[in-house]
């Protein structure tokens, strides 16, 4: 077995202080780095996905109200600092391999709808963790009921043992991310708390 660690979105837009902040976003930032260094080698590959648009087209709600489920108030704009990973994150980075944008022209939730450059060849998420021969991935990062949900659910779709860090995500409400947690479940996703890689999973 093979694993790999995916970081999703911890980005300041979605951070306290940024233009959609998620309650507990900092302190996501900060878990993922404790826990990315206590046990970076556990992992065969860690990952971080952004948010990443220019013009998302109907993602953003330029003009009128955000519904803030399919609508949001403009975020993670390339070229602002609202894109940026929160600084609490460097710690973690300091491990990543490789950042999966996604979301220049369109909505994108997934990570798997990311892609990342090696040597000048764009490869997706998938293909990232099929080359490294990753067998199981463990998700964490913001939000639970949104972008780690949708990073999920299409990793259980890749036919991936997929764990979701539970205590190093935050989500936007509590109602969208309870649903979340049901369909991540029902779709054979392990919902876990701070489960340390190769250990034992608390469903
Ligand atoms: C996200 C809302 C809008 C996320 C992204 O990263 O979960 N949420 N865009």
Redesign the pocket.
């Known amino acids: 077995m093979s694993r790999g660690l995916i970081i999703?979105?911890v980005q300041h837009d979605?951070c306290e202080g940024g233009s959609?902040p998620v309650t507990g976003g900092i302190a996501v930032a900060e878990g993922v780095s404790a826990y990315t260094v206590a046990h970076a080698q556990e992992y065969a590959t860690i990952v971080a996905t952004a948010?990443w648009h220019v013009d998302p087209g109907e993602?953003w709600a330029t003009d009128g109200e955000p519904d803030f489920v399919t609508s949001?108030p403009v975020?993670?704009e390339v070229g602002t600092e609202g894109a940026d990973f929160r600084p609490e994150l460097a710690a973690a980075l300091e491990h990543v391999q490789a950042v999966f944008r996604k979301g220049e022209h369109e909505?994108a939730?997934s990570g798997f709808e990311g892609s990342t450059e090696v040597h000048g060849r764009r490869l997706g998420l998938a293909d990232w963790l099929r080359e490294r021969g990753i067998t199981t991935v463990d998700v964490c990062g913001?939000?639970t009921?949104?972008?780690?949900r949708a990073t999920a659910l299409d990793a259980r779709r890749e036919g991936l043992e997929t764990h979701v860090l539970l205590d190093l995500c935050a989500g936007?409400a509590p109602r969208t991310t309870e649903a979340a947690l049901r369909e991540m479940r029902d779709a054979g996703v392990v919902v876990a708390h701070d489960t340390p890689a190769g250990g034992p999973a608390h469903p």
């Open positions: 999703v979105d979605f959609l948010d993602h949001w975020h993670c909505a939730y913001i939000a009921d949104h972008c780690v936007v």
